[in-house]
């Protein structure tokens, strides 16, 4: 074996390629011959006399490259699904920009520097693949959300529909109204919930014939007022027996509150009490 195999790797220089260490028998030939090899980027040379005596690669970096343009940050009116993925993209930017300056020629790489991106580049294709994953799934599931509520709103439009076309009563009309609000609901599914505080309900604005209030509430509202007796009015006692006030002197009568001033009042209390915008 040749002379200059025998020394150890501390006389020996480092890869002129990528600066690793050389095992100085790290080749094997079919007749026996051995020889240097490095143990990073795997170069080789005949011997070691010529492997000590190569100068290493000169490399010209250049101008740092600028990395590709940020996405945009998250609104309130912006796809969850799409602020997902642009999340995950700037989060590889940031990983990138650790790296610290990016050239298009690479300055001569350190063997445990070379491992160390290397498993950064793997968790970085990881994290990329966890979040498609997890975009995906929820892709599926606001799909399938999507069909079940499209059924949903099928069927309450056709109870809507022979609602509609039944006979009016109260109850008929307090369902028709409720589906009316759930239908609207459904076709504006980005409106933020509405908030309700405690103590209040939703009510409509104004009473109509068409909301259902007429027929609930019409000839509900009776006042009674108390009047004297015409037919004892002028007599020193009421007479005992009276057809109008049965000897008590007075007699009470009972008035039904029109609609128009049920209308007014609703609407004089829903101008007060409403809450505000």
């Not at 020394?7 to 011959?33: I, K, Y």
């Not at 005949?46 to 970096?61: M, R, S, T, V």
């Not at 940031?94 to 520097?113: F, Q, R």
């Not at 020193?236 to 027996?241: D, L, Q």
């Amino acid at each position: 074996m040749p002379t200059e195999n025998r020394s150890s790797n501390t006389e020996n220089a480092p890869c002129p390629f990528c600066g690793g260490q050389v095992d100085r028998e790290g080749w094997l030939r079919g007749d026996g011959m051995r020889g240097p090899e490095c143990d990073s980027c795997g170069a080789t040379a005949p011997n070691l006399a010529l492997w000590n005596g190569a100068q290493p690669a000169q490399h010209h970096q250049g101008e740092p490259v600028a990395l590709p343009a940020r996405k945009s940050q998250p609104t309130e009116l912006s796809d969850v699904f799409v602020d997902a993925n642009n999340e995950g993209w700037n989060a590889c930017l940031d990983e990138i920009a650790k790296l610290g300056p990016l050239y298009t020629h690479p300055a001569p790489a350190d063997a445990g520097e070379v491992e160390q991106l290397r498993e950064r580049v793997g968790l970085l294709e990881k994290y990329e693949t966890d979040c498609l994953s997890l975009v995906r799934d929820a892709e599926s599931e606001r799909d399938t959300l999507r069909a079940q509520l499209a059924e949903r709103d099928a069927l309450l439009r056709d109870a809507l529909s022979e609602l509609e076309n039944g006979p009016l009563t109260f109850n008929r009309a307090e369902l028709r109204n409720r589906l009316h609000v759930v239908l609207s609901a459904s076709a504006e599914p980005s409106a933020p919930a509405m908030q309700i505080p405690e103590g209040y309900c939703v009510m409509p604005r104004r009473l109509t014939a068409e909301n259902g209030a007429k027929a609930l509430l019409l000839g509900e509202f009776k006042l009674e007022v108390t009047r004297e007796c015409p037919e004892c009015l002028e007599l020193e006692e009421p007479t005992e027996g009276c057809e109008i006030c049965d000897g008590a002197g007075e007699y009470g009568q009972r008035y039904t509150i029109p609609w128009d001033k049920i209308k007014f009042i609703y609407s004089e209390a829903v101008k007060g009490l409403a809450l505000k915008q």
